[in-house]
């Protein structure tokens, strides 16, 4: 079962311009990570402070996995560059609707 993980951050005011240079070295790493499908970042067209990424797992495992290895060995600092805590939603497919 693939899974869609959607992490809403909101970089801080002062991290306008290096938060964004930040995410996009980060992201080199979960990229490359085992079970990455892919990851997209978007940004609000009303508030550019506001970004999700969307990233694709092969599977809730994978994306556990994912999440251990940030919080310990694989931690990123991304943290210091956001306004608030991110915020992590995980969905699965919904093939009947």
């Known amino acids: 079962m693939t899974v869609t ?3 809403d951050l909101r970089f801080a005011a002062d991290h306008l311009e290096d938060g964004p ?3 996009h070295d980060i992201l080199a790493d979960t990229r490359a990570f085992d079970g990455c499908l892919g ?3 978007v940004t609000d067209v009303t508030d ?3 970004v999700l990424a969307v990233e694709r797992w092969e599977s809730l495992e994978h994306d ?6 940030r919080a310990g060995p694989g931690a990123s600092g991304l943290v210091d560059y956001l306004a608030e805590p991110p915020t992590l939603t995980r969905f699965t497919d919904a093939d009947s609707l």
């Open 5 to 7: 993980s959607l992490l």
């Open 21 to 23: 240079l930040a995410l």
């Open 39 to 41: 990851v997209r970042v």
């Open 48 to 50: 550019p402070a506001h």
């Open 64 to 69: 556990d996995a994912y999440r251990a290895w």
